[in-house]
């Protein structure tokens, strides 16, 4: 196989999927928010959450078109640019995109017409359960489709077949492949993932209402509720991190050889904070770490040694400076979203968290963190990988379609291109637009006398007095301190 079509191949599935995971995780993570919201309103019975979960769910059907037309194209180049791989490991990798559509997509754009349009047609509790239900089904989509990039990973429940085209892997028992060694650790890791990125969207639009003075009581009680479970999710991403890694460390050790650096095997194993890897000398330059702490986190003993790329034939080394780099910066994101979210549950129990239009700005343009945190963990995922297509079994370079040459990739690639920045600027005008056009009005102002809003979101800012202003015909909520 020409190195030049298998280098043109990875880099259009890695265009198309970087694309696309730009949109599952955050539907997922929305799906869970409009649980929250949702259940509120029906809790309190205050108008307020009613509204707001009515606006965020008219993003979410947005994400989610948009998470299906980019994720089709993927589907095909299966077929089209990796067809040796699909012929090698379609018994065992088609069963889980399969579920995948018959378990997850099924349940989660059946009830999506329920969400989308069901608020005067069904009654609350009734979509209430339609809300739960896409949200299940985004989550039961990505675990089928962990399970089937973890197989990848750590391959198991399989055994491989002769064929006159070559050798071929069939599946062996369903379960030892959907729960593979590393399908667990990476399912709640990737979830986890997810509601991050969820949690810091919501927050980034309702704080850059609130330093806008736009729709203020709605803002600040879904920021909170965003805030909240965005410090708890961060928190628990720090354990969901450490039991992936210990996994790796068990199963692929070259990748986590190349995501901290390790080129010798030794005792008293650093953890990286910061270097620059270079591969032809074996060192890392301008090294920042700190003595055993890597033993130390995977085996409880600083003395134990982390295998290094030194008991790896070079061969099968992965790239590490891309590796390592990625890693580290999904590293110091997730710190700085712990940080964050905390120093603001601290302002908010102070009651001055809406007061700080610093922090308001910062938390507006941090949800880019979040998309670049998914992002890296991908890369680090699959260039860790490498060479191996399917780790131990399969290299990649044996993987793409010997039928589909390097021009017939560019052009598909240059298409492809231009296709999904036009559909990124689209996407990024109408969300624009939606934003701008805030949540419906609270016409009421009032809430059901038996069951009043809890206090607690009304924490964090002055309550003020609440005006109607008139907007080009329309009226919009003011709330001016």
């Known amino acids: 196989m020409s190195p030049d079509v298998v280098l043109l191949a990875r880099i259009q599935f890695g265009l198309t999927i970087m694309f696309h ?175 991050i990125l969820g949690a810091f969207f919501v927050m980034s639009i309702t704080a850059y209402y609130i330093v806008k003075g736009r729709h203020l009581k709605l803002a600040r009680r879904a920021f909170t509720i965003a805030l909240v479970w965005g410090a708890i999710v961060s928190l628990a991403q720090l354990l969901t991190g450490d039991w992936s890694a210990r996994v790796v460390v068990k199963y692929q050790p070259p990748k986590m050889a190349a995501m901290e650096g390790i080129f010798e095997t030794k005792p008293y194993t650093p953890l990286s904070l910061f270097g620059i890897p270079d591969e032809k000398q074996g060192v890392v330059r301008a090294h920042v770490a700190i003595p055993g702490l890597l033993s130390l986190m995977t085996y409880f003993d600083p003395k134990q040694p982390v295998t290094g790329l030194d008991k790896v034939p070079r061969a099968d080394w992965p790239p590490v400076q891309p590796t390592f780099q990625m890693y580290h910066l999904m590293i110091a994101l997730g710190m700085f979203f712990i940080a964050i979210t905390l120093l603001g549950l601290f302002l908010l129990w102070r009651g001055t968290l809406f007061e700080q239009r610093w922090l308001m700005w910062i938390f507006v343009f941090a949800v880019a963190g979040p998309f670049i945190a998914n992002e890296a963990g991908w890369i680090v995922a699959e260039i860790g990988r490498q060479p191996w297509i399917v780790y131990g079994l399969m290299r990649t370079a044996t993987a793409a379609s010997p039928a589909v040459g390097s021009a017939e990739i560019m052009f598909s690639l240059i298409m492809f291109s231009a296709v999904y920045a036009m559909l990124f600027m689209l996407f990024i005008y109408v969300l624009d637009r939606k934003i701008r056009g805030g949540p419906e009005p609270v016409e009421s102002g009032g809430v059901d006398p038996h069951h009043p809003p809890s206090e607690f979101f009304e924490a964090g800012g002055r309550r003020g007095k609440s005006q109607w202003h008139e907007t080009d015909g329309s009226k919009e909520a003011r709330h001016d301190d």
């Open 21 to 195: 995971y730009l949109f599952p995780p955050l539907s997922i993570g929305l799906g869970v928010m409009l649980v929250f919201m949702e259940g509120m309103f029906l809790k309190t019975g205050d108008p307020i959450y009613e509204a707001m979960t009515k606006f965020w769910t008219r993003i979410f059907g947005l994400v989610f078109a948009m998470g299906v037309a980019s994720g089709i194209v993927m589907e095909f180049q299966f077929g089209t640019n990796w067809s040796s791989y699909s012929r090698y490991v379609g018994d065992v990798f088609g069963a889980a995109l399969a579920a995948e559509g018959i378990f997850a997509f099924f349940l989660e754009s059946g009830f999506l017409a329920i969400l989308l349009f069901g608020w005067d047609r069904v009654g609350p509790r009734m979509h209430f359960f339609s809300t739960v239900m896409v949200a299940l089904g985004s989550i039961f989509s990505a675990i089928w489709i962990v399970v089937a990039n973890s197989w990848m990973q750590t391959p198991a429940g399989y055994h491989l077949v002769q064929t006159p085209f070559g050798p071929r892997a069939e599946t062996a028992s369903f379960w030892a492949v959907v729960f593979n060694p590393s399908a667990p650790s990476r399912l709640i890791h990737t979830l986890i993932g997810a509601f």
